[in-house]
């Protein structure tokens, strides 16, 4: 399976999006992003509409939430995308209620903004 296809499987599996089939046909990855003050392991276009920041989550990543979700939606709304998605990979049990509740506080959030953690190896091969 190329990139391009355990990216679509990825966004559509793991993330639950339920984009069409042409959106897939353009889809950018980039490594190594610095956004909000973290490095992404992955910056993904899916068809110039999706954006997804995806983050290996650490001791620091609860307190950079706020500047990562305004880098997204900022983003997001400056390059006329449709969502934006973050995506905090850890297999911490306890860090998964402590991003929500941090998500959950910050203000200005809409409804084209989601926050999803999950498991390390929900995310190989992207």
């Known amino acids: 399976m190329d990139c391009e296809a355990r990216v679509k499987e990825f966004i559509r599996d793991s993330l639950g999006c339920g984009c069409d089939e042409e959106v897939f046909r353009h889809i950018m990855v980039e490594r190594g992003v ?4 973290a490095t992404l392991m992955r910056k993904i ?5 999706l954006l997804v920041y995806v983050l290996e ?4 990543t609860i307190r ?3 500047l990562l979700i305004k880098a997204g939606r900022d983003e997001r709304d400056a390059r006329g995308f449709n969502r934006f998605r973050l995506v905090l990979l850890s297999n911490d049990k306890n860090l998964k209620k402590a991003a929500f ?3 959950n506080a910050i203000e200005l959030l809409d409804e084209k903004v989601h926050l999803h953690v999950l498991r390390k190896d929900e995310a190989k091969g992207i």
């Not at 610095?34 to 003050?37: A, H, K, N």
């Not at 276009?45 to 509409?49: A, D, S, T, Y």
């Not at 989550?57 to 620091?60: P, S």
């Open 64 to 66: 950079q939430l706020p």
């Open 57 to 60: 989550a650490g001791a620091d």
């Open 101 to 103: 509740d941090a998500f």
């Open 45 to 49: 276009n899916v068809g110039n509409r």
């Open 34 to 37: 610095r956004v909000g003050g």
